[in-house]
């Protein structure tokens, strides 16, 4: 059986799956049961500031998510949650309670606030005396930068002050650091450069991405309508996977960054989650797919992680962190001597035709239809483009390669 | 070429009709994934309370959808070693797919294929392999090497007992082999799934008597007994001994160990009597074997009948037509030939099982045929146990004997494997660290059903 363990900040790691800071880690009995089903680490939700001691740092709206739905199947989800709205003192009972009872996995506590350096010096101490493993610091939240408000993504989005609460944290914990980047940031590297300077031991991308989820056509309140009204919110699932995968390929590639990275952003399967760690993640962080489906799905992601490190002869996770990041070139940098066409599987074929219409209205009208309806392809006119083979219904129907097979 | 609705709707009804190939087609990969994605992922989901070995098929399914194959055959395997044969011939619209929560939004998801698909898929790639602990604990005993004592075994090996298998064949399989018909069951898959629970499986050819069970029972902490039924039961009216009428189970027996029967049905007039899934597989199989007409006679009704709805409605597909509410009265061989009288039946009241009661309506039918083929039920081998005196006591006695399958009363493959299975924890609960066999309490003795006692009944009909 092949290792998943991998080792981030100096820890162990059993395998490379957290939970992400969010509503899937909100207590200790909901991360309990994650642990017991087998995810090796979490990151507690952000904890923040209270006002008066007992009051929570945040008051929630209902409701607070708005799905993205692509043939009734949710791909995207909306969220206008804020950070932890239970007491500080509940919470930290909580964290001290799960590292006695799972010492052996993981627990990372993500905290929040305005760049304050008294507020997160109290913040990073008390996570450390409650026994918390390491800290997350949210640099990234979407909603922190609402109304003019200076924490969340607006830290995460000015490299300066990124480095400078990231110092202040340091100063202040002997635990260690990992910073979560915001999505809508220009130059992620800039910021992943900042933190380390200033003693971040990890990096965590992506967060949520800014997002308006869509507009109710009865009542013309944006969605989710909160009494008749809404806000922008943070965009996650299925959809964000590319932009993550982005996000993450740009802060391995950066030589001066030179961090671990925990990978976010719509893993929902084993598949999602090695494409991350082969573009240089070292563990993934999921929320999304555990609201949806549950932490049943950890048995799938280690098992379908595992068999298919078995099958390419890999023994260990460390050895995947990155594989194919030599293969991510700049676009000068890209054969264009060659050129490749489409070829359709004609026994797979169910006959939508949709590569037919796509190609007639979408490509470069390469595609016939025979008198079966059967399409087939003219490699003379065939760009090789690719468009038949994304809407294809069926895996394996249409395959894009050298010409002249049959 | 074939079109891919093909793959997914099988053979022409001519190609099927003309040989033994199987009839339901295997999905491509992509077909797979499409159909999986169709899976809700319930919670506690209704589809693993339909199956009667508790197969996990939301997990098995979502790992088709990320495409972990080999992943999804082992969820199915972990809980059904015989898992590329029940997606077969498993009844699934009365199980899984009866259960499936997408019945009632559109259609169900195609649990049974899915489930074959993986299976088959890790079949070909050689990945099946059923690793055992190094067996240190008691001596168990299965009699019986169809797929009930073949799944005890399998899971008993599982727990580390040390496990002898009795088999009356020269080959284990039961009525996997002999019974089930290569169109709905391919030979190549049936002899793959078994040598693989056969693995290191120390089994013997023994004829079961009550000598034999004797010895068991003072050789080993348990046994399970999975024998099957017996000899075919018989209608009882004139003329049936005549030449011409035989049980449909030797017919099925006779295709299965490849002796060619064209000949006596070539272009022949059959009927076969009863309709649950041998009277069915028998007229299937008659056509295939060249017969003009096959007809099904039942003395009840359709909705009554207990064959499978699926294969009631492939038989119909294919051309066998079923007479309903006809019951044999006498038979008389007639220039080669044979004259059936019929009674023709009238539904009465329905009973408290919900089937209908049925009378003599007082109208007879003829029919002239080439062939009359039983398949009304077959005697249960308890019979075995009652011809030796004190046997069953003793058995019952011994407080740590099994049984399951078809002598439980199970009319399914996957009952049989799911009687083993639960066999097997019974029989790990009560030995793991309990009191030696003899004088172990006579109360919570077998699993599946009743204690063979003389007592019970000893025929088991399948009307």
Redesign the interface.
Known sequence: MPSLEVEICGLKSKNPFWLASSPVSNSAAMISRAFEAGWAGCVYKSLGIEDKPGQPAAINVTPRLAPLLVDG?MVGLENIELITDRPLSDNLKDIAQLKRNYPQNLLFVSIMALPVERDWKMLARVCEDAGADGLELNFSCPHGSMRGQRAGSSIGQDPEIAGEVTAWVKEASSLPIMVKLPAEVPDIGAVGRAVRIAGANAVAAINTVPCIMGVDLDTLSPIPSVFGVSTHGGYSGPAVKPIGLKKVADLSLDPEVGLPIAGIGGIA???DALEYILLGATVVQICTAAMH??Y??I??LT??LS??ME?KGYTSLRECCGLSLGRLKHPNELDRAHRAVAKIH??????DDLCFLACQDGGHQAIALQT?RLPAVDEQKCAGCGLCAAVC?????MEIGAPGRS | MKMACMAWEGPSLDERRSGFGEVAQSLTRGRAILEASRCLWCHDAPCVHGCPVGVDVPEFIARIRSRDFSGAARVVYRDNPLGAICGRVCPTEALCEGACTSRCLSSPVAIGRLQRFVCDLALEEGRVEFSYPRPQRDRVAVVGGGPAGLSCAHFLRRLGYQVTLFENEALLGGLLRWGIPAYRLPRAVCEQEISLIAQGLNWERATVSAPLMRSILGEFRAVFLGLGLGSSAEVGIPGEDSPGVLPARRVLRDVAVGKDCRQMFDGKDVAVIGCGATALDAARTALRLGAENVWVIYRRTQSDMPGFASEFHAAQDEGVQFLWLATPASITPHAGRLLVTFNRMRIADKRADGRHAVRPKGEQLQLPLDILLEAVGQCSPAKVLDEWPGLAEALEESGNAFVGGDLAGSGTVVQAVADGKEAARRIDSRLDGAAPMMGAPASATLSGGQAPTPNAPNCAMEE
């Open positions: 199947k399967t084993w598949r489906y549950g049943r799905i048995a799938g098992d379908g068999n298919w099958e004609p026994e797979l074929c169910a006959r079966d219904p069926i895996l394996g129907c």
